[in-house]
């Protein structure tokens, strides 16, 4: 019985964060709600990012304080079915990030699918650019890995913690390091 009321206080809780999130963006403005969402636990957020345009599949677990920029709802982000994102992950949702089936994103993994130099003399020779993310189903991305605009993860793929991943990595790939680099082949059966 004791386990019947901890589901139905959790559900008020969600209910309660997700009017909490919703009113702060009527009042102050999104970019105040969305700094509201470092309050969240993490049965809270898939109810609020789900409630503001990001497509959550089923069986999801992502935790709290994470962090979004670059956005005016979570319409970019787009997340399939058994997927985890852990603490502090960073957001840019200038564009997309795709996230298919099965996969595991550790944390204070950083997604940046922009590139804007400002008003520094160098925008000259990088222009601004911005570019979808997309993670294939079944990849395993380390803490602390920064992922750059326009990389695939290709299916069942591997990133080692610390990473910095400026290129595609092909399917049943293992790489690492500062740029990401491939470390092997993976040999592993794959029913889908």
């Not at 956005?71 to 994102?85: A, E, M, Q, R, T």
């Not at 997309?96 to 003399?121: A, G, Y």
Request: glycine letters at 8%.
């Amino acid at each position: 019985m004791g386990f019947g009321i901890a589901k139905f206080l959790r559900r008020i809780q969600v209910l309660w964060n997700v009017n909490e999130f919703s009113i702060r963006k009527k009042v102050l403005g999104f970019d105040n709600a969305n700094t509201f969402l470092h309050r969240l636990d993490k049965n809270s957020m898939s109810s609020v990012l789900r409630e503001n345009g990001a497509i959550i599949g089923l069986n999801c677990s992502i935790e709290g304080s994470l962090i979004f920029h670059n956005c005016k709802d979570y319409s970019n982000l787009i997340v399939g079915n058994n997927c985890h994102i852990g603490k502090s992950c960073f957001f840019d949702l200038r564009s997309k990030v795709r996230i298919e089936d099965n996969v595991v994103i550790s944390m204070q993994t950083t997604f940046i699918t922009h590139l804007d130099l400002n008003n520094s003399e160098l925008r000259k020779i990088y222009h601004a650019s911005t570019a979808d993310i997309h993670i294939c189903k079944n990849c395993y991305i380390g803490t602390g890995v920064i992922i750059l605009q326009g990389v695939q993860l290709g299916k069942s793929s591997i990133i080692a913690a610390g990473s910095v991943v400026t290129n595609n990595v092909d399917p049943y790939t293992m790489v690492g390091g500062v740029p990401a680099k491939v470390i092997k082949k993976l040999q592993i059966f794959d029913g889908g």
